[in-house]
């Protein structure tokens, strides 16, 4: 037994899907400086190692001049390894913003974040991500990470502030059937109201007269379809608006008219320009509201501090 062990050396040769690899000394050595030599070698947070195909490892005497394959089958290992890395995301309002390494760091950011912004306007959120891909793991450093949290905190608490100034404009402005009237037609003296008689009419106003230059853009006063766009009689140039529920509004008397039939229009949007076309005596807007079918004074929900 002695002369067998001064002429040999135990070892184990490595053989995988009936190739053989090489002779190792240490078969739990070996998949250990796998594991440390692929650690080593990346920044990311390593959450699982496994090797697609496992070597059998069969216990040999050899002779002593033998030198071991370590580096090389350490190599052929690496090539059957499949690696699950770890990280963290931290989403502003769901949105993902930032990645980091470790869930001690994503804490960290976002308890300082919190100390430092009105965090019960905001949700901040940390999701645990797993994946094969390194790619997938574009990690930030703290401060850089930091930062740009930060920046998208800000643009989000100004974006809330502004969404509430809008909720509030909008839920002050006037609605006829749940139509809200958010645009006035144009800015200009009132010189006709509604519901006047006049030796130049057949019967009482239907609408509200507005003077205006002639060429004066003519803004459409909610989001609607444009139903007609035609010269109308004693209208003129009449642009009619249909805006849902019952709602229709109708632009009268102008000298152009920039829509036509079938175009979705948004309120504000230019529709016409002012003029005197049709049964007119000077250049101003004819507005008139319509409800199921029958008019209303536009002055109860426009123009109605004039």
């Not at 053989?15 to 030599?37: D, F, H, P, T």
């Not at 949700?123 to 645990?128: D, G, H, R, T």
């Given at each position: 037994?002695?002369?067998?062990?001064?002429?040999?050396?135990?070892?184990?040769?490595?053989?995988?899907?009936?190739?053989?690899?090489?002779?190792?000394?240490?078969?739990?050595?070996?998949?250990?400086?796998?594991?440390?030599?692929?650690?080593?070698?990346?920044?990311?947070?390593?959450?699982?190692?496994?090797?697609?195909?496992?070597?059998?490892?069969?216990?040999?005497?050899?002779?002593?001049?033998?030198?071991?394959?370590?580096?090389?089958?350490?190599?052929?290992?690496?090539?059957?390894?499949?690696?699950?890395?770890?990280?963290?995301?931290?989403?502003?309002?769901?949105?993902?913003?930032?990645?980091?390494?470790?869930?001690?760091?994503?804490?960290?950011?976002?308890?300082?974040?919190?100390?430092?912004?009105?965090?019960?306007?905001?949700?901040?959120?940390?999701?645990?991500?797993?994946?094969?891909?390194?790619?997938?793991?574009?990690?930030?450093?703290?401060?850089?990470?930091?930062?740009?949290?930060?920046?998208?905190?800000?643009?989000?608490?100004?974006?809330?502030?502004?969404?509430?100034?809008?909720?509030?404009?909008?839920?002050?402005?006037?609605?006829?059937?749940?139509?809200?009237?958010?645009?006035?037609?144009?800015?200009?003296?009132?010189?006709?109201?509604y519901g006047v008689s006049s030796n130049i009419r057949r019967s009482?106003?239907?609408?509200?007269?507005?003077?205006?230059?002639?060429?004066?853009?003519?803004?459409?006063?909610?989001?609607?379809?444009?139903?007609?766009?035609?010269?109308?009689?004693?209208?003129?140039?009449?642009?009619?608006?249909?805006?849902?529920?019952?709602?229709?509004?109708?632009?009268?008397?102008?000298?152009?008219?920039?829509?036509?039939?079938?175009?979705?229009?948004?309120?504000?949007?230019?529709?016409?320009?002012?003029?005197?076309?049709?049964?007119?005596?000077?250049?101003?807007?004819?507005?008139?509201?319509?409800?199921?079918?029958?008019?209303?004074?536009?002055?109860?929900?426009?123009?109605?501090?004039?």
């Amino acid at each position: 037994m002695a002369i067998i062990l001064i002429k040999y050396k135990p070892m184990y040769k490595v053989i995988m899907s009936g190739e053989e690899l090489g002779y190792v000394e240490n078969k739990q050595a070996l998949e250990q400086s796998l594991k440390e030599e692929i650690t080593e070698n990346t920044s990311k947070t390593i959450q699982d190692i496994d090797l697609n195909k496992h070597p059998e490892y069969e216990l040999k005497l050899v002779s002593r001049i033998e030198y071991t394959d370590e580096k090389k089958v350490l190599q052929e290992l690496k090539d059957e390894v499949t690696i699950t890395y770890k990280y963290y995301e931290i989403a502003v309002q769901d949105t993902v913003v930032e990645k980091v390494n470790t869930s001690e760091e994503a804490e960290e950011l976002v308890n300082q974040i919190k100390k430092e912004n009105d965090s019960q306007k905001i949700n901040l959120n940390i999701v645990e991500k797993y994946t094969q891909n390194e790619e997938e793991v574009d990690t930030s450093e703290l401060e850089v990470a930091k930062l740009n949290i930060n920046e998208t905190v800000q643009t989000t608490l100004e974006e809330i502030e502004q969404q509430k100034e809008e909720d509030e404009r909008l839920n002050s402005l006037p609605s006829i059937n749940d139509i809200k009237l958010a645009v006035t037609p144009i800015q200009g003296k009132i010189t006709s109201r509604y519901g006047v008689s006049s030796n130049i009419r057949r019967s009482t106003h239907t609408g509200l007269d507005i003077s205006a230059p002639t060429g004066t853009d003519i803004k459409v006063v909610a989001d609607g379809t444009i139903i007609s766009a035609v010269y109308s009689g004693a209208y003129g140039n009449l642009v009619k608006v249909s805006h849902g529920n019952g709602v229709e509004t109708w632009y009268a008397h102008t000298n152009k008219m920039c829509v036509k039939k079938g175009d979705t229009v948004k309120a504000g949007d230019v529709i016409a320009t002012v003029g005197s076309t049709g049964n007119s005596t000077g250049p101003h807007l004819h507005l008139e509201i319509i409800v199921d079918g029958k008019t209303v004074n536009p002055q109860n929900y426009l123009y109605c501090k004039d």
